[in-house]
């Protein structure tokens, strides 16, 4: 069984609810609707598969120095959220084109900032010559799936945006803080995916 049938096979109804939104509760729509947008949560085919995340540098406009899935808007020309999340990974990390097998999409995670968010499942080849993008991406680094599982790892912070204290998880790995709609895709994730 290849490792997307076993992902596929232990994909389930949620076992607790789901995230839409942070833990202050669903961002409302903002006026002119949710801009669609999808990332890629790329598992590693090894024996103990990973995930691939990335550090985006810290010139960007939006979420400067924040740990993220590869991923952005969802553009017209884009085949929906698979296509989006596809294209922006081969920008973003120069992941080869066909090396990814899509599992699954999952919950959509609507941010504060007003995308509507559709993670993409796939598995890609372990020890991919990936290249980050030098103007959006400082490091990419893997992360064990069963790490980011783990319900233990799942902690709490909070800060202020916009005047209102907003909640939400956070993974610490090594010297890595994983935080607000990544890891909140990452609880969802959690409890849907029965690993190993």
């Known amino acids: 069984m290849t490792l997307a049938e076993r992902l596929r096979a232990r994909l389930a109804a949620p076992a607790g609810p789901l995230l839409v939104g942070d ?17 890629l949560i790329a598992v590693t085919d090894r024996a103990d598969p990973g ?4 550090q985006r540098t810290d010139d960007l406009r939006t979420h400067a120095g924040q740990v993220a899935f590869p991923g952005g808007s969802v553009d017209p020309s884009d085949a929906g959220a698979i296509g989006a999340a596809l294209r922006e990974a081969g920008e973003e990390i120069a992941l080869p084109t066909g090396t990814a097998e899509v599992v699954a999409t999952l919950d959509r995670y609507h ?8 993670p993409v499942l796939a598995t890609i080849p372990a020890d991919l010559p990936l290249v980050p993008h030098p103007r ?8 064990p799936l069963a790490f980011l599982l783990d319900s233990a790892n799942h902690g709490r912070g909070s800060r202020w945006h916009e005047g209102r204290e907003r909640h939400y998880y956070e993974l610490i790995f090594g010297d890595r803080r994983i935080w607000g709609a990544t890891a909140a895709m990452i609880v969802n994730l959690a409890q849907r995916l029965r690993w190993p």
């Open 23 to 39: 833990l202050n509760g669903e961002a409302p729509m903002p006026e002119g609707g949710w801009r669609a947008a999808a990332v």
């Open 51 to 54: 995930v691939l995340l990335t």
């Open 111 to 118: 941010t504060v900032t007003g995308f509507e968010v559709t």
């Open 136 to 143: 959006e991406v400082d490091a990419i680094f893997e992360v």
